[in-house]
Nanobody
Framework: QVQLVESGGGLVQAGGSLRLSCAAS????????MGWFRQAPGKEREFVAA????????AYADSIKGRFTISRDNSENTVYLQMNSLKPEDTAVYYC???????????????????WGQGTQVTVSS
C-alpha cells in the first residue's frame, strides 16, 4: 500500500511555470514507477508523463513534450513535474500515480497504475 499526496498546483498566467510534487509514503518508493495524468473538465483523464523506478526511462505525451519534465528523488520519496511555457489548454486536475513493478519501465497506460493521489488543480489563464 502507498499513499500519494500532490501539491504545487495553482493559478498561473499563460507562459508561466509551476512545479508539481507528489510525496509518497508506505512501501519502498523505488519499487514504483511513477506517472502524472491530468483530467480537464468534460474530458477523459489523459497521460502526461511517466518515469521508471530509478529514472532511467521517461515518457511524455506529445502535447507537453519539450515543456514539461518529470523527475524523481528516491531519497525524498517524491516525484516532480516541472511545467514550463504553460498554456490555457494545460488547465486540469493533475494526478500522480504509482505502478508497483519489478521492471525499469515508464508506463503510459493508466491501467498499469495501482495507486492514485487525490489530485491538484492547475489553472492557466490566457
Amino acid at each position: 500500500q502507498v499513499q500519494l499526496v500532490e501539491s504545487g498546483g495553482g493559478l498561473v498566467q499563460a507562459g508561466g511555470s509551476l512545479r508539481l510534487s507528489c510525496a509518497a509514503s508506505g512501501r519502498t518508493f523505488s519499487t514504483y514507477a511513477m506517472g502524472w495524468f491530468r483530467q480537464a473538465p468534460g474530458k477523459e483523464r489523459e497521460f502526461v508523463a511517466a518515469i521508471s523506478r530509478y529514472g532511467g526511462s521517461r515518457a511524455y505525451a506529445d502535447s507537453i513534450k519539450g515543456r514539461f519534465t518529470i523527475s524523481r528523488d528516491n531519497s525524498e520519496n517524491t516525484v516532480y513535474l516541472q511545467m514550463n511555457s504553460l498554456k490555457p489548454e494545460d488547465t486540469a486536475v493533475y494526478y500522480c500515480a504509482a505502478d508497483f513493478t519489478t521492471r525499469e519501465r515508464a508506463h503510459q497506460a493508466s491501467y498499469e497504475y495501482d495507486y492514485w493521489g487525490q489530485g491538484t488543480q492547475v489553472t492557466v489563464s490566457s
